[in-house]
């Protein structure tokens, strides 16, 4: 996809601002990786913001159903 001319001069302009590059740096610096605790996965977390989410949402849980079958593979 091809930009225009305008849009590609505003984010050369852009890239050289120096206060935009110490917000991205800031922001970087500030990320975390979401449902991660101590280098693991946080499956706790997770399953959490699932459910709050759902519940957000309003989301309708599907009913429980066992799984019959005897010999499953991959």
Same mark, same amino acid.
């Not at 001069?9 to 922001?27: G, H, N, P, V, Y």
């Not at 990320?31 to 759902?54: H, R």
């Given at each position: 996809?091809?930009?225009?001319?305008? @849009?590609?001069? /505003?984010?050369? /302009?852009?890239?050289?601002? %120096? @206060?935009?590059?110490?917000?991205? %740096?800031?922001?970087? @610096?500030?990320?975390?990786?979401?449902?991660?605790?101590?280098?693991?996965?946080?499956?706790? @977390?997770?399953?959490?913001?699932?459910?709050?989410?759902? /519940?957000?949402?309003?989301?309708?849980?599907?009913?429980?159903?066992?799984?019959?079958?005897?010999?499953?593979?991959?």
């Amino acid at each position: 996809m091809k930009i225009s001319q305008d @849009a590609e001069k /505003e984010l050369i /302009e852009l890239a050289k601002s %120096d @206060a935009f590059r110490k917000e991205m %740096d800031l922001l970087g @610096a500030r990320w975390k990786v979401p449902f991660m605790k101590d280098g693991e996965v946080d499956v706790d @977390a997770y399953i959490e913001f699932v459910t709050l989410f759902n /519940e957000f949402i309003n989301h309708e849980p599907k009913p429980f159903k066992p799984l019959i079958d005897r010999e499953m593979k991959l």
